[in-house]
Every structure is written in C-alpha cells, then in structure tokens.
C-alpha cells in the first residue's frame, strides 16, 4: 500500500509519494504504472519527496519511467504540499511562506505570493538559463532554426510566426525530443511573440509528450523570445492549460503561477 498525493499547475499533473515509502521499489516500473492514464491514477510524473526543515527533496520520474532533473509545476505543487504541511502543524510553522526545494538540478526557492480556492501561488527563483544559442536542425523532412538553452532540464525552442497545426506537432515534436543532437533527450517548446509582454507556446515533453502547461518550459520559451523575438524581460507565457508569468533579470529567472492539490489517495494495487 502506498500513500499518494495528487497535484497539478495549469493541468500538468503529478504524482507525490514520501521517499521513505518507495526505497525498495523499481522507480521506473512504479511511475509507469501510476501514471498510466488508463490502468493507473493518471500523472505526467512521479514525485518522490522528503519534508525537510525549510522545505522538502525532490525527485522527479517521467510517465514513461525516465528520470529528469526538474519541473517548474512540480516544484510548485511540491511547495504546495510543504505549505499545506506547515498548516496543518499550526503555531509559527504555519505562518513561514518560504519553501527550499533541493532537486536533481540544485536549490531552488520559492515565495508564497497568494491563496485562495484551493490553489497557492509562488514565485519561484529558477536560476539562470545556460547555454543558450541559436542553431539548424533537420527534423521531420524540415530545416528548423531553434534555440537551445538550460534552465534545469535541457530545452529546445522554436520560434516561430504560428503555432504547428497538429499534424505538424505530432512530427516535430517527437522528432526534437529524440533528435541526435540531444543524446539524453530535451524539450521541446513551439513558441510565438503575439506582443512584447505575451509568449504562446505548445509542449512537447521530454519523457511525457505533449502537456498542458510546462515551467521549465515556459521559462525557456520566454528566454528565448526575449533573446532572439523582440519580447520584453517580463512576458505572459500562454500554454493551452493557462498563463504563467516569467521575469528575466540580472538575478535570473522568476517563474510565477499557481499550484493545486487535488487528492489524497492510496494505491493499493
């Protein structure tokens, strides 16, 4: 039996269990099957967390059984499931609105901003992008000018004048997440400057495929707009599951949007 937390930002869902649960366990096989949408709860990723006295640990699993260093959403929901914790011990714990995360790709901290109907909103130091250029790929029968970057996880951006119709999505976007040039895999981010202040994307999930939403993503789409799209340093980034807010500054990347916790739950299979 084995004690689970469902939570998801902008419908990019994840699966939570304490790490002290699962030390036995085959972490690929046990995130494929809890995150099978139709034989298990259904998640884009298994989390595996531990409280800490500042916040919790991390460690991320994709729905397909492959590890990656980090997720903008899930940090969020984890924060959520700290914040939540903290509440629930009462006294001066609930009233801290700071939360360290310590994950596969270093520290990150987040700031509670704001609270209500069930969902908690942060602003998240993310770092800074590194390894940002500019190249041509082929892929999927076409020549594609991309931006590559890391902002935690390693990610690819197309900028481009419209978003791909979905006959295009389906091709491009496997066809960069496993392209040569990325040995271990990458995002994948289809990206447009509808304004200055205004980033749309469409994802496709290294380890996931397509997704609703995406952090690190709209992190690095908003980078790449700003570097090579004319868009400002603090941008909207629209996904099909909402809009988040991205800051690029001289102290790196601030992420800001919400999380939810939906259930708690017990897998008994």
């Not at 699966?15 to 699962?22: E, G, I, K, T």
């Not at 924060?79 to 990150?108: Q, S």
């Not at 380890?207 to 340093?233: D, H, L, W």
Request: glycine share 12%; proline share 4%.
């Amino acid at each position: 039996m084995l004690a689970v937390t469902k939570a998801h930002a902008y419908g990019n869902d994840f699966l939570f269990a304490a790490v002290d649960q699962v030390r036995d366990a085959d972490l690929a096989t046990l995130a494929r099957t809890l995150c099978a949408r139709h034989t298990g709860i259904g998640a884009d990723g298994l989390i595996l967390y531990g409280f800490t006295a500042d916040g919790a640990t991390m460690r991320l699993i994709n729905a397909d059984g492959s590890p990656s260093e980090l997720s903008g959403n899930g940090l969020r929901c984890l924060a959520a499931l700290v914040i939540r914790e903290r509440e629930r011990r009462g006294g001066a714990a609930a009233l801290i609105t700071e939360v360290r995360a310590d994950t596969d790709a270093g520290e990150r901290r987040l700031t509670l901003t704001t609270r209500g109907d069930g969902r908690y909103t942060f602003r998240a130091a993310m770092g800074a992008p590194a390894r940002l250029q500019q190249e041509t790929l082929d892929v999927a029968g076409e020549s594609l000018l991309v931006a590559t970057l890391d902002v935690g996880n390693p990610q690819c951006v197309a900028l481009m004048d419209t978003l791909p119709d979905a006959a295009r999505f389906q091709r491009l976007g496997p066809g960069l997440a496993t392209h040569p040039r990325f040995p271990a895999g990458t995002n994948v981010e289809f990206a447009v400057v509808e304004a200055p202040g205004r980033v749309r994307i469409l994802i496709w999930e290294r380890g996931v495929g397509p997704t609703e939403a995406s952090g690190t993503g709209a992190c690095a789409a908003a980078v790449t707009a700003m570097a090579y799209g004319g868009a400002q340093r603090d941008v909207d980034v629209v996904s099909p599951g909402g809009t988040q807010r991205v800051e690029w500054t001289a102290d790196g990347i601030f992420l800001t949007g919400w999380a939810e916790i939906l259930f708690d739950a017990t897998w008994t299979a």
